[in-house]
């Protein structure tokens, strides 16, 4: 997986994502929270999701509809009022509020805002 994730997200970065959860189980705990906290700073520079050619904003964790009240996500540890990785399972989506990674909304392919 590159470091680099795009400005958007797209179908594929949930296969990336499991792909990543793979590797940091394989990785010593040093270098897994050196690759998290990477990842989740780069999620921070997708601030929107592009769905059916409309710039919709991403939600913080937190700040969810039926937000949980735990301190960080359960699915990808994103701490509250920080955006989810991208791929994470709790994250919803901004356009009709289900999760984002198996709504039926269509996540175009060009870049969200950064």
């Known amino acids: 997986m590159s470091g680099d994730l795009g400005?958007?997200?797209?179908?594929?970065?949930?296969c990336q994502r499991r792909s990543l959860i793979s590797l940091v189980r394989s990785m010593s705990?040093?270098?897994?929270?050196?690759?998290?906290?990477?990842?989740?700073?780069?999620?921070?520079?997708?601030?929107?999701?592009?769905?059916?050619?409309?710039?919709?904003?991403?939600?913080?964790?937190?700040?969810?509809e039926d937000a949980m009240k735990h301190p960080k996500c359960d699915d990808c540890g994103a701490p509250r009022g920080m955006f989810h990785l991208l791929g994470c399972d709790i994250e919803a989506c901004p356009r009709c509020g289900g999760q984002a990674i198996s709504c039926d909304c269509f996540y175009d392919e060009k870049p969200g805002k950064t």
């Open 29 to 64: 705990g040093d270098d897994w929270k050196q690759k998290w906290q990477r990842e989740l700073q780069e999620a921070q520079n997708v601030t929107q999701f592009v769905i059916n050619s409309r710039e919709y904003d991403r939600i913080r964790y937190g700040f969810e």
């Open 7 to 14: 400005a958007v997200f797209t179908p594929d970065l949930y």
